[in-house]
């Protein structure tokens, strides 16, 4: 459903197995490669949402490099787990783009976590969308627009919801102001998990880079 400035929503667009599914598949991409706590490029103030990634090339942050895409884990050293092939089809299915998705974001968010208003501007090809998947407790998601005056929009996001941001909504200023704890069952420890899949590079970047 289109939503206007380049947001697109699909509300529950995965049914609770498929959201069961996509869990299981994070959960053991994070026995590889753990959550960690990213902090903010300079004053090395750590975010309260916490960080993993799958697929190529991972988004990470912290005090002295800032924010970037690397291959490996910031801790483990070891390169990103693949992508789970359902994850990959999601992107094939919604987003236009003649190229796979190198990266998957894994954000958790327990019960006092937020995510400051900011826009995604660490890719080289901004003519890619960017798919956000949400699973878990419900979340307020601020939308605004290219500028960071623009008025902004809240969403409430609930588990199972797929947000695509495309043409002004890939640069615009979004965030989350809070979840909504104990508003969903699917994870036993509560809290909850955002997919944000991307495109790093231009079309024509080699899928897996070779060794
Ligand atoms: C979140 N999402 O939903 C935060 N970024 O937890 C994002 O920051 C985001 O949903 C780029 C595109 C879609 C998003
Ligand atoms: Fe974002």
């Known amino acids: 459903m289109d939503i206007g400035g380049g947001y697109h929503y699909f509300p529950g667009f995965l049914d609770r197995d498929a959201q069961r599914g996509l869990l299981a598949l994070i959960r053991a991409v994070l026995a590889s490669a753990p959550l960690y706590t990213p902090l903010m490029p300079g004053s090395g103030r750590p975010m309260s949402v916490r960080m993993s990634n799958c697929g190529p090339w991972g988004w990470v942050t912290d005090r002295e490099r800032g924010y ?3 291959r490996r884990h910031p801790e483990t050293g070891e390169e990103w787990p693949p992508m789970p092939g359902a994850i990959a089809a999601l992107w094939a299915e919604l987003c236009a783009y003649p190229a796979m998705a190198e990266s ?3 954000n958790y968010y327990g019960a006092r976590a937020r ?3 900011h826009r995604d501007q660490d890719e080289e090809d901004f003519s890619a969308p960017i798919l956000s998947i949400s699973l878990g407790d419900e979340a307020l998601f601020r939308m ?4 960071r005056k623009d ?5 409430r996001l609930a588990s199972g919801d797929l947000v695509l941001m495309t043409g002004a909504a890939r640069s ?3 965030g989350i102001d809070r979840i909504v704890p104990g508003s ?12 944000t899949c991307r495109r790093v590079h231009g079309p024509d970047w080699p899928h897996e880079v070779p060794r």
């Open 68 to 70: 970037r895409y690397q």
């Open 104 to 106: 998957c974001l894994i």
């Open 115 to 117: 995510m400051g208003l």
């Open 144 to 147: 605004g627009g290219p500028a």
């Open 151 to 155: 008025p902004t929009r809240s969403l």
């Open 172 to 174: 615009s200023y979004h």
């Open 184 to 195: 969903s069952a699917l994870l036993e420890e509560g809290g909850r998990f955002n997919l």
